[in-house]
């Protein structure tokens, strides 16, 4: 073919593409109408009021959606995807005009199936899904009038399902314990306990009959019944083995005198059995009531002295506060009378900034193991106590972090600061690990803050001073504690 040849058939060729592109365009809309219906249905419950429909909506749109990522013959799958595009609207049809209608059957089906019932009321669920697909079967063919002479048989079995599934799935290990326990003979051995089991079942399964929801004496009476049964069930045991076992009983006694006699041991204490258990069991009573009675005198103690920490706390913030209202005032002052240059009203303003940032810190950490104070230049050092971390090691621990993330949220404006993080510690053993281990923590808090804050690399910087610049001596256990330490400096 010469050249005048392919020019003659290049309209032809356009005509194609343009038409292809056009088609692959339809083919997307119908794709996308299609997928919007089926959330729509799925949204209105279609899968239960009608799940043949539905079944069929998701399997055809699956299938053909497959066809077309293989490029399949477009005609068929645009023929199939308007069919599932008509069934949906259908189904989505009905759904809306049955939903008044069925609002507590679809309530009493959606709690039948998270009770369970499929699993722990077999034979009733059954009875309830049969009478259910009756129903969907009705719907699918348009005969609404169905539903209003029979949804309140539906809805009835539906309740007794989820009930009974309820019931079920409490009760089944406490009935089987029980059942367990009688076998082995706790008639005989352990009467009173399984008798306590047995009417604890009992009065959960009367209150459950009355209540159509499970609360929380139905759950305590369930949990006790499988206790006592547990109980029932060691008793019987304890006693058969004792009954053959030369001495037995004397041995039996011997041991449960043996575990309380472990227990005063670790208080050093010691039991008298020589008036029998009732004593003796008083006897280590009285001793945990005298601990008792001093753990609470130590706790009067700590609440003391937390109440003297929070009041000077809050004088102290009185304190910041009237400097903050001075400072506003002397402003004020110099802008009515003088004017203040632009330099040094952006000076008073970044001082206020600071200091409102710092009152917020030492107000979040009352335990001092963290504080903050606002230093000349626009500066404010934060100060994390160097105990924060585990002895030698730069890992951030639970608590660590989780105070590092309340000073984020404190700081989280002041993204436009540089920061400087400096890590010291105090003269205790080698000089030059001291100095690597400041810096890696001082590394691990800035690379914290780089993250969390979004701050770029020249806005933040670590260093390591390991024990070269202390605030306090070393020669004492309260000035090491003070030169282990964190300083976070924020400048404006």
């Known amino acids: 073919m010469n050249i005048y040849g392919v020019m003659k058939q290049i309209p032809m060729l356009l005509v194609l593409i343009f038409y292809s592109i056009g088609f692959t365009q339809d083919l997307d809309m119908y794709f996308q109408e299609a997928n919007e219906l089926i ?33 399949k013959s477009s005609k068929e799958i645009e023929k199939d995807i308007k069919f599932v595009i008509q069934l949906a609207k259908k189904a989505k049809q009905y759904s809306e005009i049955v939903i008044p209608i069925l609002k507590d059957e679809i309530t009493a089906y959606q709690e039948a199936i998270t009770a369970k019932a499929p699993n722990f009321a077999k034979k009733e669920w059954k009875n309830a899904q049969s009478q259910w697909e009756n129903i969907t079967s009705e719907i699918e063919k348009g005969n609404i009038e169905y539903l209003s002479k029979n949804k309140d048989k539906v809805l009835q079995s539906l309740r007794i399902a989820r009930k009974e599934a309820i019931k079920n799935s409490i009760f089944t290990e406490a009935r089987q314990l029980i059942n367990s326990a009688k076998k082995l003979g706790a008639q005989t051995f352990a009467p009173i306990t399984l008798s306590i089991a047995i009417q604890s079942l009992e009065a959960a399964e009367n209150e459950l009959n009355q209540n159509n929801d499970v609360t929380i004496r139905i759950l305590y009476l369930a949990k006790l019944a499988k206790l006592e049964a547990k109980h029932a069930i060691f008793l019987t045991e304890t006693a058969i083995r004792l009954r053959k076992e030369e001495n037995g009983w004397e041995k039996g006694f011997l041991s449960y005198e043996e575990q309380l006699n472990s227990i005063a041991k670790r208080f050093n ?16 009573l009285y001793y945990l009531d005298s601990l008792t009675s001093s753990y609470e005198t130590k706790l009067m103690l700590f609440e003391q002295k937390y109440s003297f920490l929070e009041n000077r706390f809050i004088e102290t913030r009185k304190s910041l506060e009237n400097e903050i209202t001075e400072l506003k005032e002397k402003y004020a002052l110099l802008e009515a009378k003088f004017g203040v240059s632009e330099k040094e009203a952006q000076h008073l303003k970044t001082q206020q900034l600071l200091i409102s940032k710092a009152n917020k810190i030492n107000a979040a950490f009352t335990n001092k193991e963290v504080t903050a104070e606002v230093l000349p230049n626009n500066q404010l050092l934060i100060r994390l106590s160097g105990t924060l971390f585990s002895s030698g090691s730069a890992q951030l621990n639970s608590q660590l972090q989780k105070i590092l993330n309340r000073l984020i949220e404190i700081l989280q404006d002041l993204t436009t600061a540089t920061y400087l993080v400096e890590g010291h510690t105090d003269s205790s053993g080698d000089n030059k690990k001291n100095l690597v281990l400041s810096e890696e923590r001082s590394s691990v808090i800035a690379n914290f803050f780089k993250q969390n804050l979004g ?18 001596d070393n020669d004492t256990y309260q000035g090491r504690l003070k030169n282990r330490r964190i300083d976070i400096w924020v400048k404006l």
């Not at 701050?455 to 306090?472: C, H, N, Q, V, Y």
């Open 39 to 71: 959330i729509e249905c799925e949204q209105l419950n279609a899968q239960i009021l009608t799940p043949t429909m539905y079944k069929e909506i998701k399997e055809k749109y699956e299938y053909i959606l497959k066809l077309y990522k293989q490029s």
């Open 269 to 284: 204490q010691e039991i008298d059995w020589s008036e029998g258990p009732n004593k003796a069991g008083q006897q280590l």
């Open 455 to 472: 701050l770029t690399s020249d806005r933040i910087k670590f260093a390591g001073k390991g024990e070269t610049e202390p605030i306090s």
